[in-house]
């Protein structure tokens, strides 16, 4: 049975559980509730008959691969992914969703403004999110990121991209060894950081900052 659905099943037997042993529950508004607990937004939506995040952010990514949309409403489609990522529940929902792989590929896009955005995107997805930093490293994404944040022509696109390493490498120490191995030594410092060192990790960022705001 479908997750939501199941949830649904459990609410609605939850409440006519208390209906039956407090008949008065239906009418009286100061009954008090079950305790359980109440129907999330996605599985409302599935009640309801709208579309779940999951449908919408395969929809933004669908839109954002398509060649016939256009750039201006692909951008709007990758601020709605932005913005349904922002929840770490959808952020890990990504892996099953088949969106990871795609995400990455636009931080090689030919136009500035989808690569920037898929920069964004990742930053917010493995913020403070271990199996999002994880799945990162796995696609071997962090080179990919590191060049962006050095050598990329836009400023924007590098100042994104800084903000993406720096989601990742924070508390993981896997993402930072990465990330300290593709930076250039004048960048990196030491070799060897704890992930749990935000000073040392502030000074690396920072560094890049700098560095983006020349060119």
Not at 101 to 128: D, Y
Request: proline share 5%; hydrophobic share 40%.
């Amino acid at each position: 049975m479908d997750a939501n659905m199941n949830q649904l099943l459990k609410w609605s037997i939850e409440n006519s559980e208390a209906t039956r042993n407090d008949p008065s529950a239906i009418t009286d508004p100061k009954a008090e509730r079950p305790s359980g607990r109440g129907i999330n937004a996605e599985a409302l939506a599935s009640l309801m008959g709208g579309p779940s995040d999951a449908d919408l952010m395969r929809e933004a990514m669908a839109a954002i691969l398509s060649p016939d949309i256009s750039l201006h409403n692909k951008l709007v489609a990758f601020d709605n992914f932005e913005q349904l990522i922002e929840t770490i529940d959808n952020a890990n929902n990504m892996e099953s969703l088949g969106l990871w792989t795609p995400l990455v590929q636009q931080l090689e896009s030919e136009e500035a403004e989808l690569r920037k955005m898929a920069a964004w995107c990742v930053g917010t997805a493995v913020q403070n999110n271990v199996k999002a930093q994880d799945r990162l490293v796995v696609l071997g994404a962090i080179p990919t990121l590191v060049k962006l944040a050095v050598h990329d022509p836009s400023q924007a696109v590098r100042r994104k991209a800084i903000y993406a390493l720096s989601s990742e490498v924070r508390n993981f120490q896997l993402g930072l060894d990465k990330a300290l191995a593709a930076l250039p030594e004048e960048l990196s410092g030491p070799k060897k950081l704890d992930a749990g060192d935000m000073d040392g990790i502030d000074e690396i960022m920072e560094k890049l900052r700098e560095r983006a705001k020349q060119t």
